[in-house]
């Protein structure tokens, strides 16, 4: 199963961010071939405001066990996560998916 997950900063986390952000990047290298993509949101200075993931699991119950542990939610700098399911076609123009 694909999941896209948009995760949104608490107003002024930035620097708690910038903290936790190595735990977090240990996360997605644990989650190796899982990790279709993932990346920052920027706001219009530049500056991250935010996450989206697009992920690769066996079940939601694969994903729910990844967010329990994820240190941006446990260190509270996310403060809005939508999760929904997507179907990965292409990856970087080629064809991965149906």
């Given amino acids: 199963m694909q999941f896209i ?4 900063d ?11 952000r190595p735990r977090h990047l240990e996360g997605m290298a644990r989650l190796g071939r ?3 993509c ?16 697009i992920l690769d699991l066996d079940s939601r ?5 990844y967010l329990k542990e994820e240190p941006y939610i446990t260190e509270h ?6 999760v929904e399911n997507i179907n990965v ?4 123009g ?3 998916g149906k």
Avoid: C, P, T
């Fill in 10 to 20: 608490g107003e002024g986390m930035l620097e708690k961010r910038m903290e936790v």
């Fill in 77 to 82: 700098v996310w403060e809005k996560v939508e």
């Fill in 89 to 92: 076609v292409l990856v970087n």
């Fill in 38 to 53: 993932a990346g920052g949101l920027l706001d219009g200075d530049g500056k991250m405001k935010g996450s989206v993931l």
């Fill in 5 to 8: 997950i948009k995760a949104y």
């Fill in 61 to 65: 119950g694969d994903l729910d066990a």
């Fill in 34 to 36: 899982h990790v279709v």
């Fill in 94 to 96: 080629e064809k991965v």
